[in-house]
């Protein structure tokens, strides 16, 4: 991936106070557009391939994650920072490797969930937003753009984000990386775009010229999902309801 983003420390907040009003209400709209705050406390379990990269399986509920890319496995508590993982099919059971194991599937979901879920990220302990203005995405549409930074929180605490919030749709259709905050000029910038409903919310799987894939939102999952390194069947799982009423 291009870039890790942040994490929020356990006591973290949002930085009202260092955030301006009409940035703070366009964060509001973009959490609305996809589906809304109740809408996403009601969602709890999310599934993705990250860039076509690496699965993402994660409880909202619980914390607890399932990551998974050819070569590894994790099944951890993004709370507790513990699990289990593998190499291959050979468990890791040095003390020493788990743990970099357990460091490296929190920072992948960390990075992989703002790549999918930053909508509903806006207002994550430790982000400070700025309306930094109106502008024209690449594909030409209006938005307003805001400015998102980091507060004394996460692994990469320097990164900055323009994101932008189309005029019309209030979706986010875009988004800039700087590395630091300082910098004039992104790393990259990617469109969001193709958002589908999951369940009860609005996601996007297009990035431009890398997509995610297998978006699904679930009701439930088996336990072993979290627990078991057998590979899941997902086609024999039934999504969300409400994602097969959205699309029939």
Known sequence: MACKQTSQ?????FNLAGSDAKAVALADSVLAACGGLENWEKTRFIKWTCLGKRLNVW??????????????????????????AWKGSMELTDPAELQRAMDYGYEAWINDSY???????LKDGGVTLKYLGEGLTEAGRPADILSLTFKNVGVTP??????????????????SYFMDAPDEHP????????????????????????????????????????ESPDL?????????????IANP
């Open 9 to 13: 420390p356990e006591h973290a907040v």
């Open 59 to 84: 409880d909202k509920q619980t914390g607890n994650v399932r990551i998974e890319s050819r070569a590894s496995l994790v099944l951890m508590n993004l709370h507790t920072k513990q699990g289990r």
């Open 115 to 121: 790549w999918l879920l930053l909508p509903f990220k």
């Open 187 to 226: 790393r990259f910038t990617t469109p969001w775009a193709n958002y589908q409903q999951y369940g009860r919310i609005l996601l996007s799987d297009d990035r431009g010229q890398k997509k995610h894939s297998g978006l699904a939102v679930f009701d439930e999952l088996p336990a072993d999902v979290f």
């Open 232 to 244: 899941v069947d997902w086609e024999k799982l039934p999504q969300s309801l409400a994602t097969h």
């Open 158 to 175: 320097n990164n900055k984000y323009h994101v932008y919030v189309d005029k019309e749709t209030r979706l986010l259709t875009q988004w």
